[in-house]
């Protein structure tokens, strides 16, 4: 039996602010709300303040009400105005998620239904499903990554999704030659198309001698395998490398510039840490500002350091691990 959906929707006098721009879905965005307020309560305050975060329906332990229409936007993960999340996703906020107790259990369990429904709906796969911090590196849906549960919920969602008869997984974007390119797309990052084909940001530069992260433009055909059959092969391809300066580098007046900074960005940028999406050049400009220090301070607070936004020896090594394993 089909979850009926109870509608609450935005004025469109608020489209401004809250949806303004068309949307065609292509993933769904799981959040967990910062309070323990019912759907109801959510929607309602998300429809009536003056921020402009939003988010298309609110699910809690007895029912889903959709605060926003499926075609347009929402302002909901946080990885800038062209960002895939906020442009090309649907967000699902499961509700009581600060301390619930069992009211949140519920509300996951009818939001896992939920989002099973959605993808049916579409004709998605459970490779559709997104967690917020998948798009911006914020740690959310908080409670969910808590509990170590972010596989066992997406393996919940699959589990429905096949009870009720829908596709195991699905295809985003052109390919050709047995899927060893993409066609770009516009909205497309690198980042988000080398999570879509499990590859590395790397190994997509390597392949297809991109100098700067994201540095791509709508309709280039990417290969997504090297010249080795498999994309995994380290003798594939020449890897991109990120060398990055010693030292400490923070917010100063004046700011602090040059070469060490942009190399900071460049190695971010690989790991979706940055960059601003509607700059040039992805905002990558040697410039240690306020940007730069907010995608250190999301990388910190990720990987387990202090979240205070310098860069300094811990942070180093810590991004070189994981440029590594992202080469790997």
């Known amino acids: 039996m089909a979850i009926k959906v109870v509608k609450n929707l935005v004025s469109k006098e608020k489209y401004t602010l809250k949806c303004p721009n068309p949307m065609v879905p292509e993933y769904i965005t799981i959040h967990n709300t910062a309070n323990d307020a019912s759907a109801k309560n959510e929607i309602s305050y998300m429809k009536n303040n003056t921020s402009s975060t939003s988010y298309h329906f609110a699910v809690d332990d007895k029912q889903v009400i959709q605060g926003l229409p499926l075609n347009r936007n929402a302002w909901h993960t946080g990885d800038g105005k062209e960002g895939p999340g906020n442009r090309k996703s649907i967000g699902v906020e499961i509700c009581y998620s600060k301390s619930g107790g069992p009211k949140y259990y519920a509300a996951e369990k009818l939001a896992i239904k939920f989002v099973a429904q959605l993808l049916k709906e579409r004709g998605w796969g459970v490779d559709r499903v997104r967690k917020h911090q998948d798009w911006n590196g914020k740690y959310c849906p908080h ?3 808590d509990e170590g549960r972010w596989d066992e919920v997406k393996a919940a969602i699959a589990h429905e999704l096949s009870k009720i008869g829908g596709k195991s997984s699905t295809t985003l974007g052109s390919s050709s030659g047995s899927g060893t390119t993409y066609k770009v797309k516009k909205g497309d990052t690198l980042s988000a198309i080398a999570k879509e084909h499990g590859v590395s940001v790397a190994s997509l530069q390597s392949w297809n001698n991109i100098k700067y992260p994201n540095k791509i433009t709508v309709g280039q055909k990417l290969k997504l395998k090297g010249p080795s059959s498999s994309s995994n092969n380290k003798t594939s391809g020449k890897k991109t490398s990120y060398p990055l300066p010693s030292g400490i580098i923070k917010v100063t007046s004046p700011m602090t510039k040059g070469t060490n900074v942009r190399q900071v960005q460049n190695a971010l940028a690989a790991l979706y840490f940055y960059p601003d999406k509607g700059a040039k050049n992805n905002g990558i400009d040697g410039v240690y500002g306020p940007k730069t220090a907010n995608a250190v ?17 811990k942070t180093k090594a810590k991004i070189e691990e994981k440029l590594k394993d992202n080469r790997n």
């Open 143 to 145: 409670r969910i990554l």
């Open 297 to 313: 301070k999301r990388f910190q607070s990720v990987n387990g350091l202090t979240a205070d936004g310098i860069y300094g020896p």
